[in-house]
């Protein structure tokens, strides 16, 4: 199709002429679908896009049988090729992250209100079970920080963990339980999408509150106070550290300034210097090393300087019978094991994928969620508190060189021989470094450049963010997710409920029809008002696309009746409406109504096959359908529907 415009420039309406050079393609209804049929799909669709089966097919009975058994534990998958080679470097990298994990695994059960060996608990049996049931080759196992403070905060709301520790001990398993249930059943019922609503600025903006808060709370270790308040926000801990000055010591201080510094210091060389990933991941080991020597020699303990004190030798004891399912902390533990659940896993998952992209492999999603919730039952009835995949850990494995999980074993059998054997020499171990262990290892946790990134991109992600980081600050964690997810699911709600309409317009010397607003050089076409609905519609939409669309239509004849000209054609193109329901197909009834009241006919330009169905079925007298008022394209639709009218001017937008 050609457009040859030859305007006078003396003239107060150009002419143009419209040259039909076009094949037109007939628009042909979708295949037929039982009603069955539709269902498998939109199902299949919903929860298996991945289409997990696919590799079943055409296979023999037994391959069947192999194939099912290494989709479900995937060490039987990469086993069988397993070499001596990669046992070497899975050996270095898990002695690296062993030698992290360790003084890690102490600090985050402090941070959890839990007895320290619950931490070396943790970071012995949930990466065995990972090793068998994950997927990732580059996922540490063991305690964050994240989900220990969550966890700490929200069971001390109600219980005491210095009052009644072992009653706290039994809430701590059971939200480790129903957080594992809750994970390992999103993944069995493929309902992943839903960890999907923590957008990126949503975890960003609680990620570094969470940080915040996390050091924050270890001002207590690193100032020597011993009345500490319980409260969480930024105000109530600033208030209890000024207002408890007298407890503060020098030498706790002392001590927890230079080794803060010292891993802080390490921290950076390993960041500018990847192949010095060691430095960063031997450092707190050898802070706990040289600070307990320190304590020892001089007697510190007794001059200020709090300490661990002896720790429970032995592996972990079983716990199941500590697993509390009634009584009226019940639902305390299902609501703190949803909320460390959905975070830890968010983490997990987020973490697996970034370095599964590096080295160029897949994660499964699903396997993932379903590998970490059973890690944490089997942890919640082995003395373990609630772990995941953490980003520090994973970081340092994959620097390490980490070829397969099995670096999580040897972690898992270095912590093991710890609790057996080494117990004893952590306990002067001083509590000042312990927080500064936590406080070097989430300031990581800030991410100042990807703020800055979603500030560039997107104002409204970033008030997300915002709100997300000043929730968690200044309310509580939890609260601060909640209001975080709630202005993400409005964004959602908004986008959906306001689509976007544009109107569209002719590129001078093609068959290109574009938005007006965008493409400056797009030229109306005289009688047509060419709409462009970029959203599916329903009930939630039905009735602003209908107001929106009027008002088009209005804006148009009001223009018209200063060009002297007249609507004789509204077209509206469908591609980016992918579905509607019974609420759509009244909006498209009652604009074919409002438009053939003002003289003028309804045209759609490509309706996809479940809008055109729904339409067809809906449309009794056969009028709203016909074949001249379907196209399958809007330069079609315009040479043909063009030849039917007086050609008008075209007037530059």
């Known amino acids: ?267 950076h060389v390993s960041i500018k210097k990847p192949k010095l990933f060691w430095v960063s991941a031997g450092a707190p080991l050898v802070s706990v090393i040289l600070s307990t020597l320190l304590v020892f020699a001089f007697k510190a303990q007794h001059n200020g300087i709090s300490i661990i004190g002896k720790l429970q030798e032995g592996l972990n004891p079983p716990s199941w019978n500590m697993l509390q399912f009634h009584g009226s902390h019940l639902g305390l533990s299902i609501k703190t094991g949803l909320v460390t659940g959905i975070i830890s896993l968010t983490e997990g998952i987020a973490v697996g994928r970034t370095f599964a992209a590096l080295r160029n492999y897949k994660v499964d999603g699903n396997k993932e969620m379903m590998a970490i919730g059973l890690m944490n039952m089997v942890g919640s009835s082995t003395s373990c508190y609630v772990t995941t995949g953490a980003f520090s850990r994973s970081a340092v494995n994959h620097n390490a060189g980490a070829k397969t999980a099995v670096s999580n074993i040897v972690m898992s059998v270095t912590v093991m021989v710890t609790l057996l054997f080494l117990m004893p020499l952590f306990q002067y171990t001083p509590n000042v470094v312990l927080g500064a262990i936590i406080v070097s290892a989430v300031v990581g946790l800030i991410d100042i450049p990807a703020a800055c990134q979603i500030w560039k991109i997107d104002k409204f992600d970033f008030i997300v963010m915002l709100c997300a980081f000043f929730g968690v600050i200044f309310i509580s964690v939890q609260e601060g997710l909640a209001i975080a997810v709630g202005i993400s699911v409005f964004k959602i709600l908004l986008q959906i409920t306001r689509p976007k309409t544009v109107m569209l317009g002719n590129i001078p010397g093609t068959d290109i029809f574009r938005d007006l607003h965008h493409y400056k050089e797009s030229m109306k076409i005289p009688g047509f008002l060419i709409l462009s609905v970029e959203a599916p519609i329903n009930f939630a939409n039905s009735t602003y696309l209908n107001e929106r669309l009027l008002r088009w239509i209005e804006e148009y004849e009001a223009d018209d009746q200063k060009k002297q000209s007249s609507l004789r054609f509204v077209l509206l193109e469908m591609s980016a409406v992918s579905g509607i329901d019974t609420s759509g197909v009244s909006f498209f009834k009652e604009l074919k109504k409002t438009v053939e009241k003002k003289g003028a006919e309804l045209v759609l330009v490509n309706p996809l096959g479940e809008v055109m169905e729904k339409l067809q079925k809906s449309d009794e007298s056969g009028e709203s359908m016909r074949p001249d008022c379907l196209f399958l394209t809007v330069g079609e639709a315009v040479a043909t529907l063009s030849a039917t009218i007086k050609v008008q001017p075209s007037t530059n937008v």
Request: include cysteine.
């Open 1 to 267: 199709m050609e457009y040859s415009n030859s305007n006078n420039t003396d003239q107060q309406h150009p002419q143009s002429c419209l040259e039909i050079a076009m094949e037109v393609h007939r628009v042909v209804p979708p295949p037929h679908e039982s009603t069955i049929q539709k269902l498998k799909t939109t199902l299949k669709e919903t929860f298996f896009p991945d289409d997990p089966l696919r590799q079943f097919k055409g296979q023999p009975a037994k391959r069947k049988w192999v194939l099912g058994a290494q989709y479900l534990f995937p060490i039987l998958q990469w086993g069988p090729n397993y070499t001596l080679k990669l046992f070497k470097s899975d050996v270095v990298s898990g002695l690296t992250i062993a030698s992290l994990a360790i003084p890690q695994g102490i600090s985050y059960a402090k941070l959890a209100n839990l007895p320290p060996i619950v931490g070396l608990y943790s970071s012995f049996v949930p990466p065995l079970v990972y090793a068998v049931l994950g997927s990732s080759r580059d996922l540490a196992v063991g305690p964050v920080s994240i989900a220990s403070l969550i966890l700490g905060s929200m069971l001390r709301q109600e219980v005491s963990p210095v009052n009644d520790p072992v009653l706290f001990l039994q809430l701590a398993f059971t939200t480790t339980f129903f957080a594992g249930l809750f994970q390992a059943s999103l993944g069995f019922l493929r309902l992943g999408f839903i960890i999907d609503f923590l957008s990126k600025a949503t975890l960003i903006g609680f990620m570094a509150g969470a940080a915040i808060i996390v050091s924050l709370q270890q001002l207590k270790a690193l100032l020597g106070i011993t009345h500490f308040t319980k409260k969480m926000g930024l105000v109530p801990v600033l208030s209890s550290v000024f207002h408890n000055t007298n407890e503060w010591s020098w030498q706790t201080i002392l001590m927890g300034v230079c080794f803060l510094v010292f891993l802080l210091v390490a921290r």
